[in-house]
């Protein structure tokens, strides 16, 4: 068994290496991941595009640790048009899979930028 005392000392050696991962949320469901932008980013958005819209389903939003208003569109090339709130404004986003986002609402997967 490994104490805290241990686990220094070897990493201070060399013997072990840590490396640090986004924190996943799983206050709710361990299938939804909720990050801060990297401080040199931090209002400074002013584009999105969800990547893998088929899988994830993604929420931006105004303050760190997803506080404030959200906004759930999946791309938006230009966050200055419209009512250009969330221009320069995300500062975190929450993503969670389709397949949860479907069982919760008890109905098929569908895209949820395009209802919009």
């Given at each position: 068994m490994f104490n805290l005392k241990t686990a220094t000392?070897?990493?201070?050696?060399?013997?072990?290496?840590?490396?640090?991962?986004?924190?996943?949320?799983?206050s709710a469901d361990n299938n939804i991941m909720a990050l801060n932008?990297?401080?040199?980013?931090?209002d400074?958005?002013?584009s999105i595009r969800n990547l893998d819209k088929?899988?994830?389903h993604c929420v931006?939003?105004?303050?760190?640790?997803c506080g404030g208003r959200s906004?759930?569109?999946?791309?938006?090339?230009?966050?200055?048009?419209g009512d250009g709130f969330f221009s320069d404004r995300i500062s975190s986003?929450?993503?969670?899979?389709?397949?949860?986002?479907a069982a919760a609402a008890?109905?098929?997967v569908v895209d949820v930028a395009e209802q919009q």
């Open positions: 000392i070897l990493l201070a050696m060399g013997v072990l290496s840590a490396t640090a991962a986004p924190s996943v949320d799983t932008v990297p401080g040199s980013y931090n400074r958005i002013s088929n899988r994830f931006w939003y105004e303050h760190s640790n906004y759930s569109n999946q791309e938006d090339a230009n966050l200055h048009d986003w929450r993503c969670n899979t389709r397949q949860f986002r008890g109905s098929e």
